[in-house]
């Protein structure tokens, strides 16, 4: 069983829709973030959460809105997006916040049209 | 905050070849991880190490902490080792840990 997995691992959508990507960890880690790839930039940090309480939001944009129901799910709803947020969207885990070893989903790719 | 830099930015090899990926870092480091991005855009654990060399089959990676640097190693490639190569730095304490080099775009050509 991979241990971070991600769903769906692509999803396309209009600038009006609700959609939302989820993620689950089976590693018993303490923290997960979402990453957000565009093409050619480096990755960002969006979210960060630590035993599902948020501890860090990078100045994203309030049409992202992510959710921790508990330490192995993570979700990042979308809501009137924009095309400019069409990138691949990186789930990970660590043993703790910021610090351990880092493991990667296999990613959500998105397209707003 | 602290800079992370590799080189070079791509790289094109012919299959069989052997290739060092470089990263550098600005500051100290509580440790150092490589991935390797394949083309569906998974991020895969190469290495986790803060100092010191590993190996794993074809690729081995060497951080020397104390000038702040690290390298990968990869003999022998593949072309399934196509993907961009990526270093990420945790830091010690505070600010935005997981720093993340800009890659390495590798093309192994059969």
């Known amino acids: 069983e991979t241990g971070v997995t991600q769903t769906p691992r692509h999803l396309v959508m209009g600038m009006t829709n609700k959609k939302s990507l989820k993620c689950e960890q089976h590693l018993g880690h303490n923290a997960m973030y979402w990453y957000k790839q565009s093409a050619k930039k480096p990755l960002e940090l969006m979210f960060v959460?630590?035993?599902?309480?948020?501890?860090e939001n990078n100045s994203v944009p309030s049409r992202f809105s992510p959710e921790c129901p508990n330490s192995s799910h993570l979700f990042l709803h979308l809501h009137t997006l924009q095309p400019e947020d069409s990138a691949l969207y990186l789930c990970a885990s660590s043993p703790g916040l910021l610090t351990g070893e880092l493991f990667f989903g296999e990613g959500s790719r998105l397209t707003v049209l | 905050g602290i800079q992370v830099e590799q080189s070079p930015p791509d790289l094109i090899l012919q299959e069989g070849a052997n290739s060092t990926l470089r990263c550098n870092f600005s500051?100290?480091?509580?440790?150092l991880q490589w991935f390797h991005q394949n083309p569906w855009g998974q991020l895969i654990n190469l290495f986790y190490i803060p100092s010191g060399t590993k190996q794993n089959g074809r690729l081995s990676a060497t951080t020397v902490a104390t000038e702040r640097y690290s390298l990968l190693y990869i003999s022998s490639s593949q072309t399934t080792d196509s993907g961009v190569y990526f270093c990420a730095v945790e830091l010690f304490a505070g600010g935005q840990n997981f720093v993340f080099g800009p890659g390495t775009r590798l093309s192994v050509l059969p």
């Open positions: 500051d100290s480091v509580n440790n």
């Open positions: 959460y630590s035993l599902e309480e948020r501890v």
